[in-house]
């Protein structure tokens, strides 16, 4: 099977055939639902969407790290991370569709 | 934020579409991605992220209880990396 990479087009596309705007303003509008996750994200929210998955933001505390090449200690700073959990319903029809 | 939440935020910014419109909008956003990786596709959303499909091999697992060796079979399973952008404004930078 040939791996495709479905992107911000494909997505515009879809909501073209399927809502009947014009192509820019479906554009407008995969764009609109992103920056609103993102934005509901940035503020600390997580953002839920049944039967897809939700993401949430974890706060991660210092650690220390190791360059790999040089084997030096590097201090790695608390940071916030996005965590992505998909909901069963996703994970059974990824994996029905490739038992097929 | 929840999938409705979303879509009354959206319906909100854009008083000139019908809710039901926005609700289609969302639903089939969600419903392209899903089916990009359920057909074992990639899909990048750049600045956003990009989902996956991760395999799993078949492996001998055990019982954490009993010990008991049991076989998990091979699977599939939807990964998500963030993108740059949307990492970089979590940390405020």
């Known amino acids: ?100 | 934020m929840t999938r409705s939440e979303l879509i009354a935020t959206i319906a909100q910014r854009n008083p000139h579409l019908y809710h039901r419109d926005v609700e289609r909008i969302v639903t089939t956003i969600f419903e392209e991605i899903s089916s990009a990786l359920a057909s074992g596709d990639r899909v990048e959303l750049r600045g956003f992220g990009a989902f996956s499909v991760k395999r799993r091999g078949a492996r001998v697992g055990r019982n954490p209880r009993t010990g008991a060796s049991v076989s998990v079979e091979a699977k599939a399973v939807p990964f998500f990396k963030t993108g740059k952008q949307l990492r970089e404004r979590l940390n405020g930078e």
């Open chain 1, 1 to 100: 099977m040939v791996e495709k990479t479905v992107t911000r087009a494909e997505l515009s596309e879809a909501v073209y055939q399927e809502v009947g705007l014009s192509r820019n303003e479906s554009a407008d509008l995969v764009e609109a639902v992103l920056g609103e996750m993102s934005d509901a994200l940035t503020r600390g929210e997580s953002v839920k969407i049944s039967s897809f998955g939700s993401f949430s933001v974890r706060q991660k505390g210092e650690r220390i790290g190791r360059n790999p090449k040089t084997g030096e200690e590097v201090p790695i700073l608390p940071r916030k991370v996005l965590v992505f959990r998909p909901s069963h319903v996703l994970k059974n029809r990824i994996n029905a569709n490739l038992k097929d």
